[in-house]
């Protein structure tokens, strides 16, 4: 049997960073939204006597570097699945590839999330929402985001999610420059000064959200980790500057980067697009820069 699903990509409305717990892990404070870039996954199973598990990528281009054996995320979410509940399969995964790595829009957790929900209803498992929550979470902080998707505010380190009132479905752009960011060093540079700069109103931007007021909650974004990210890829800022120009209502980094995204009214995106493509074409780096045009879900 065969299946296939979509893995949409991620976006931080928001991002706070607390502190660093004793664990290791920072605990985050972040408003999520998906955006309607995704990776298509496939998964071929077969009854086995034993569990085998290939996986295998299409469109590399977008994932340079990206290993795709065992210590890939959607590899080790098909395995904790199968080991979980004593699964015998033989599971062919393939991943079309179109959402990129070191982008800060959860490529990786999406691609695991993806294949936990696929074979959830392939074999017929019935697991819920809090389940496949409870079981990813082992393997990344935007997986059990990414399980479930629209207008949320996940805590701790991801895990812990509220439900908000759905945020408009806003024309969007984002624009990722070349150089890809590690998380773990954006994480390290941030703790320098946790205590001593700005951090996000995020409980204002729950309530503007919650109250529908649009305008207000988009003045309301920012992301805490913008600063460090800049410091080693200054392309960010540039890039926030042009979808400023071209008139995006707000603009800003996603996750830890290195992907910025602009929103913009429907009467606007198509002038915007066309502004956005022509500035990039004007700097040394714009030409090796990924444009996708593409809508809030």
């Not at 890939?72 to 904790?80: E, P, Q, R, S, T």
């Not at 082992?138 to 479930?148: H, Q, Y």
């Amino acid at each position: 049997m065969t299946g296939e699903i979509k893995a949409y990509a991620k976006l931080n409305l928001s991002l706070d960073v607390l502190e660093k717990k004793s664990d290791g892990y920072h605990s985050i404070r972040s408003v999520m939204q998906h955006a309607d870039v995704f990776d298509t996954i496939r998964v071929t199973a077969a009854l086995s006597n034993e569990t085998s598990i290939r996986l295998s990528c299409k469109n590399p281009k977008f994932c340079p570097g990206v290993k795709w054996d065992e210590t890939n995320l959607a590899y080790k979410a098909a395995k904790l699945v199968c080991d979980q509940y004593r699964i015998k399969f033989s599971l062919d995964i393939s991943v079309e590839k179109n959402i990129p790595v070191g982008a800060g829009l959860a490529g990786g957790s999406a691609d695991a999330a993806a294949v936990m929900r696929l074979l959830n209803d392939m074999l017929d498992l019935s697991l819920t929402n809090q389940e496949l929550i409870e079981l990813g979470t082992s393997l990344g902080a935007d997986i059990p985001f990414c399980l479930t998707g629209g207008t949320q505010l996940c805590e701790d380190i991801g895990q812990k999610l509220t439900l908000l009132s759905p945020f408009p479905c806003m024309d969007c752009i984002i624009v990722k420059p070349k150089a890809s960011l590690e998380t773990k060093k954006i994480y390290e540079l941030c703790d320098g000064y946790l205590k001593t700069a700005p951090h996000p109103d995020t409980e204002a931007l729950v309530e503007a959200i919650n109250s529908g007021k649009t305008k207000r909650a988009m003045k309301l974004f920012g992301n805490f980790m913008e600063e460090a990210a800049i410091s080693l890829c200054p392309e960010i800022l540039e890039i926030k500057e042009i979808l400023k120009n071209a008139g995006a209502a707000t603009s800003q980094m996603t996750g830890s980067g290195s992907a910025v995204f602009g929103l913009f009214e429907p009467t606007a995106i198509d002038k915007a697009y066309e502004y956005v493509s022509d500035a990039l074409r004007s700097v040394p780096y714009g030409k090796t820069c990924l444009i996708y045009r593409t809508k809030l879900l």
